[in-house]
């Protein structure tokens, strides 16, 4: 089930990214790449997502350089995103693109040269306006139910940041410690404290590395 209070996330203003433009996968995983679009394929429909915001793209980029230092320190695996593609089971006729992905080192053998095939081990997703829907409803189900092992959501729209780790096939939250951050059950080290987030410039990627130890 989505996380409680999903509907006051949501508010009166759903996604609403949908084209009417269909295409079977072999002509998605063709025509993305190159399409200069930042897209998505549900059910035999294309999904183009908005043009991601300033505060996005620095959120996302921010997330991924941590998250790749830890997983390049410690030999674990490795990080993904914004644009990779993702086809979370074999056979299925959805695509996603999580704005970042960590892909465990037993699990490497799953990546190919345009696409994860199969569910990653650690999705992250930045919430932007045209996407409330999508990251706490659609993809929380989809993630959930593929198997995907964490599922991180960063909402700067409600200066919200969850975690939710699979346990008997069903996502549970993560518990925030006493400052409010939160660490990560599957990749060790890495953990945000919520505070970091939202002010009106980021923490220096290297300061936080060194108080959560890794440098």
Same mark, same amino acid.
């Given at each position: 089930? &989505?996380?409680?209070?999903?509907?006051?996330?949501?508010?009166?203003?759903?996604?609403?990214?949908?084209?009417?433009?269909?295409?079977?996968?072999?002509?998605?995983?063709?025509?993305?790449? /190159?399409? /200069?679009?930042?897209?998505?394929?549900?059910? /035999?429909?294309?999904?183009?997502?908005?043009?991601? @915001?300033?505060? *996005?793209?620095?959120?996302?980029?921010?997330?991924?350089?941590?998250?790749? %230092?830890?997983?390049?320190?410690?030999?674990?695996?490795?990080?993904? /995103?914004?644009?990779?593609?993702?086809?979370?089971?074999?056979?299925?006729?959805?695509?996603?693109?999580?704005?970042?992905?960590?892909?465990?080192?037993?699990?490497?053998?799953?990546?190919?040269?345009?696409?994860?095939?199969? &569910?990653?081990?650690?999705?992250?997703?930045?919430?932007?306006?045209?996407?409330?829907?999508?990251?706490?409803?659609?993809?929380?189900?989809?993630?959930?139910?593929?198997?995907?092992?964490?599922?991180?959501? %960063?909402?700067?729209? @409600?200066?919200?940041?969850?975690?939710?780790?699979?346990?008997?096939?069903?996502?549970?939250?993560?518990?925030?410690?006493?400052?409010?951050?939160? *660490?990560?059950?599957?990749?060790?080290?890495?953990?945000? !404290?919520?505070?970091?987030?939202?002010?009106?410039?980021? &923490?220096?990627?290297?300061?936080?590395? !060194?108080?959560?130890?890794?440098?």
């Amino acid at each position: 089930m &989505p996380p409680v209070g999903l509907s006051e996330r949501l508010g009166s203003n759903p996604d609403r990214q949908q084209t009417g433009l269909t295409m079977t996968a072999r002509q998605f995983e063709t025509w993305a790449p /190159g399409s /200069g679009e930042r897209v998505e394929w549900v059910e /035999g429909r294309v999904i183009v997502m908005a043009p991601a @915001s300033r505060k *996005h793209v620095q959120l996302t980029g921010w997330i991924q350089s941590l998250l790749l %230092i830890i997983v390049q320190q410690h030999k674990l695996g490795e990080v993904l /995103g914004p644009e990779f593609m993702v086809r979370l089971h074999k056979g299925e006729r959805s695509w996603r693109v999580p704005d970042v992905l960590f892909v465990s080192e037993t699990r490497r053998s799953l990546l190919t040269a345009t696409f994860l095939d199969g &569910p990653p081990d650690v999705a992250i997703e930045v919430v932007s306006t045209d996407s409330v829907a999508r990251d706490w409803r659609e993809k929380y189900i989809a993630y959930e139910t593929s198997g995907v092992r964490e599922y991180w959501i %960063i909402d700067p729209l @409600s200066k919200t940041l969850e975690a939710y780790g699979l346990k008997r096939k069903k996502f549970h939250l993560i518990s925030a410690d006493s400052d409010g951050s939160v *660490h990560s059950q599957v990749i060790a080290s890495f953990g945000i !404290r919520p505070s970091w987030l939202w002010g009106d410039s980021l &923490p220096p990627v290297l300061d936080v590395l !060194r108080e959560l130890g890794v440098v």
